[in-house]
């Protein structure tokens, strides 16, 4: 397979000013006329080539004349038209053939469920018709779709509504037209028998917008949630930035199949069913987030991603990067913002740091790709938002608005780079971004040592910083960093700077962007502690070494609430660490008096969000933990996390009881959501059945059986899915009986055994694999259980017989024609294999081996697996 370079972009040769598609839906095959006005864009151009897929071409006409089949050249992949140099601007008519209803890809035009749907980013327009497939090519689309208007009764295209009309035949016949021009992976076409929740939305300058979301008919009733968070965020976007909606229509479609989270296709955004159905009896409180998010990261691409578009995929977080950054100031906004912070930030260390410190690593703009689709990563999306972050750090509120106005206002309707969009938050800024830049071509995560010196005689503090970057290699040059920071005097005080660029404040933003660099603060009476990196102000590891002592103080006092949860899961990762050097010799792990009081101290906080207390109350994941091992244990850090976990359980079993209780029966504090109860609540749960106390088996059974929303039910399942009970069995039965003809539901029930942790696991895992409602068809239900084992089951996915990797590699390859994408997702976790012990090293390279040799091995996962094990 051939791979892309960035170094080798060239403008097209020719341009598409105007799309006017037919598409006639078939029960067999859908026929598609493309007629194309074209423009040349290189003089010397004397052939267009035209990018098609899985297509049977049946006829070309070059301005109205009908090409005979010697005078192109149609290949797998191309359509090669010659073209007189004469000619500056032509037309052509294509008529291509597809069958939609064999497309087990859900690329370009396919079914789920009955109805049409479409996904074309990135490259999937060309699976529908020939065309110049690229993003810097933007048309202006008109789409006539024919079709049996009893299967078909809904039909819908980007833009607006221009006719609807029965045809002779019988059939209805649908048009609409963008007025927009767009890029062809915006397309969007949906055709079905669907019902629809309506609202309405007023701009600010006045506009009248209709919202619509289509669900399959009997799920009307599960739209609220996600037809309030589009109307927050077409709110908030106006109010942050100044961003209004320009269409008289906002369409929203809700499809059971589909490769990832969403797509924002122009007016008409395609979503997976899972963020958009929920009531509070389905959906968990996560579930909303995870809904409000999403609704609003596609809406807001609108702005940033389709009115300004990348100019190649080279340039993907111009749009992902951006809108992710976007999309979580939205959620600050909208929820506890500190709460918000520590979520991002796990997802990022969780997601994205292994992959910058593994054989996948890649700067958030990558400089060659074999498969795009590869590229749609947890760098170029959430290591990107970080970057924006920092920029927004380094700018202020209101220089960065500045910079966001002269960006939109400069290149509305381009395809542009990152490059243009540093420029124009520079320019509208005044501020230097040249050492920034750096950012956008270094792999790997730079890690910060840190030495700090206090001189008692002058009253001086001098902290110096180091940074570093592995994966940097031959290429390491210092980046330019914002640290935000702060300092603590001996009481938990916030000190003032007496001097320095932040003299009278209490915390600053520092540019950090010399491999080493000092910073000094005096007037200190004494040793100040540290506040580094307040609310995570760069995507950094910090290599500090501090005390138990000195972290508890910082859990307990940080002024930034962030970095109160930080200090308090180091603190927890250390501890964790050290009994594990200590696990053969003996097995109690002892947590020292500094953590229990600072964890005490927590706990009987009763001002802190309920949300934030939950969230530092819990153990870093065995994942966090691995982090930090040269070679990964992964049973010695499940055993260690798990007895701290009883002896927090049972050294406070009082006070979790308690919180138990307050959280179930009073009232939530006014000023927070009745999330936040129920998280602390399920936090408590957890602790209590920790102790391993017959007692809280019941009161997690009672929760469930009384329980009247999904996130008590889940929060149940959840405590109970490791032991072995007859209980267990019990409630696993009753909640399938009870759900089994909700698909979103049914997921939940499969993850939760997924990331079981009974011995039984993995022959549990393969007896689901055979149950009747398991399918490797439906990415969701795939997902569902294969992606929880291998990401959130460490214990049973790296079990030293090889089944976990044996069953992951048996997916992959099962996947591997059927749809490439999904399949290449599945490699990342084998592609972690050097960090394991050499037994699972070899037992996890020669599954990917194995991969490398299946017969039609996918250019997707080729290319994830040969760089996995190479
Ligand atoms: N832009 C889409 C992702 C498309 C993935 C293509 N493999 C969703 C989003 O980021 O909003
Ligand atoms: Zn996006």
């Known amino acids: 397979p051939a791979t892309i370079y960035l170094k080798d972009y060239k403008e097209p040769d020719f341009l598409i000013k105007t799309v006017d598609l037919t598409v006639e839906l078939g029960e067999e095959e859908t026929i598609v006329t493309s007629r194309l006005e074209l423009t040349r864009n290189d003089e010397n151009a004397t052939k267009l080539s035209l ?226 159905l929920a009531s509070p009896e389905t959906a968990t409180d996560a579930d909303f987030d995870g809904i409000e998010s999403v609704i609003a990261h596609e809406y807001f691409h609108n702005w940033t991603g389709n009115r300004i578009t990348c100019r190649d995929w080279f340039q993907l977080t111009l749009k992902e990067g951006l809108t992710v950054f976007r999309d979580q100031q939205f959620s600050a906004d909208m929820n506890s913002a500190a709460v918000q912070r520590i979520d991002d930030v796990q997802r990022l260390r969780a997601a994205q740091f292994p992959e910058d410190g593994g054989p996948l690593a890649h700067p958030i703009q990558p400089q060659s790709y074999v498969e795009i689709n590869n590229f749609y990563t947890a760098t170029v999306y959430e290591k990107g938002a970080e970057v924006i972050r920092m920029i927004h750090t380094l700018l202020g509120e209101e220089k960065f608005r500045k910079g966001m106005d002269l960006y939109f206002e400069r290149h509305d309707g381009q395809a542009v780079t990152t490059e243009e969009f540093v420029s124009a938050l520079e320019d509208g800024s005044g501020v230097d971004l040249t050492q920034f830049r750096r950012w956008y071509v270094t792999p790997g995560t730079p890690e910060i040592m840190v030495d700090e010196r206090f001189d008692p005689k002058t009253g001086q503090y001098k902290l110096t910083l180091e940074q570093s970057n592995l994966k940097a290699g031959e290429i390491f040059k210092p980046l330019h960093i914002p640290l935000q920071m702060g300092l603590l005097d001996e009481k938990g005080q916030a000190v003032t700077f007496t001097d320095g660029p932040f003299k009278g404040q209490t915390e600053g933003v520092f540019d950090f962007n010399k491999k080493r660099q000092s910073f000094t603060f005096s007037g200190l009476s004494s040793q100040p502690k540290a506040s580094l990196f307040r609310g995570f102000s760069a995507p950094v590891k910090l290599r500090q070494t501090m005390s138990d002592d000195a972290l508890a103080f910082l859990f307990a006092k940080d002024q930034d609430l962030f970095n109160r949860w930080d200090a308090g899961q180091r603190l927890a990762s250390n501890i964790i660490l050290k009994n594990i050097e200590a696990v053969d010799e003996d097995d109690t792990a002892i947590l020292p008096a500094a953590f229990l009081d600072a964890f005490a101290e927590i706990l009987s906080d009763t001002e802190l969000d309920r949300a934030f207390t939950a969230s530092a109350l819990t153990l870093p994941g065995e994942q966090d933990i691995a982090q930090r091992m040269p070679i990964v244990d992964v049973d010695a850090i499940h055993k260690v996390r798990e007895n701290a976990r009883q002896q927090i359980g049972l050294t406070f079993e009082e006070n979790w009881r308690k919180l138990y209780n307050e959280c179930a029966n009073a009232p939530t504090p006014a000023n927070q959501p009745e999330s936040s109860s129920r998280k602390l609540k399920n936090t408590a749960l957890r602790y209590l059945i920790a102790t391993g106390r017959e007692e809280y088996i019941t009161l997690a059974a009672t929760q469930f059986r009384k329980s009247t929303n999904m996130t008590d039910s889940v929060a149940a399942l959840s405590g109970l899915k490791d032991i072995t009970h007859p209980v267990r069995d019990e409630m696993f039965a009753d909640y399938y009986e009870k759900w089994q003809k909700d698909a979103l539901i049914v997921d939940k029930w499969f993850t939760l055994q997924a990331m079981s942790m009974r011995e039984s696991t993995i022959a549990d895992i393969k007896k689901l694999m055979e149950h009747p409602a398991f399918t490797l068809r439906n990415p969701n239900r795939l997902r569902s259980l294969i992606g929880a084992f291998t990401s959130g089951n460490p214990v049973y996915f790296h079990d030293k017989s090889g089944e976990g990797y044996r069953i992951l590699s048996g997916v992959i390859s099962a996947m591997n024609k059927t749809n490439p994408q999904i399949a290449a997702r599945f490699v990342a976790p084998l592609g972690q294999w050097r960090r394991y012990d050499e037994d699972r090293q070899a037992l996890m390279s020669a599954e990917l081996e194995k991969i490398l040799k299946l017969p039609d091995l996918s250019d997707h996962v080729y290319e994830m697996a040969n760089k996995s094990l190479h």
């Open 51 to 276: 990018n098609g897929e899985h297509l049977t071409l049946q006829s070309v006409k070059m301005d109205g004349h009908m090409l005979t089949p010697d005078e192109y050249n149609a290949t797998d992949e191309w359509l090669h038209l010659p073209v007189a140099t004469v000619t500056t601007d032509f037309s052509l008519e294509i008529v291509t053939r597809i069958k939609p209803q064999e497309n087990t890809a859900l690329e370009g035009l396919y079914k789920s469920n009955g109805n049409f749907c479409t996904q074309c980013e990135a490259e999937g327009f060309r699976w529908i018709t020939y065309f110049l497939d690229r993003p810097d090519v933007m048309a202006i689309y008109t789409t006539t779709i024919i079709g049996d208007g009893e299967l078909y009764p809904v039909m819908l295209s980007n833009g607006n509504l221009m006719q609807q009309e029965t045809l002779p035949d019988g059939r209805q016949s649908v048009t609409w037209h963008d007025p927009h021009p767009k890029p062809s992976y915006l397309f969007a076409l949906v055709a079905g028998n669907l019902a629809v929740v309506e609202d309405k939305f007023t701009t600010r300058s006045g506009r009248n917008v209709k919202l619509q979301i289509f669900v399959e008919k009997g799920n009307e009733d599960k739209c609220d949630h996600a037809m309030t968070s589009l109307k927050k965020s077409m709110k908030w976007d106006e109010e942050k930035y100044g961003r209004e909606y320009d269409l008289d229509i906002f369409m929203i479609v809700a499809v059971s199949d589909f490769n990832m989270g969403a797509m924002e296709n122009k007016g008409l955004n395609v979503f997976n069913s899972k963020y958009v």
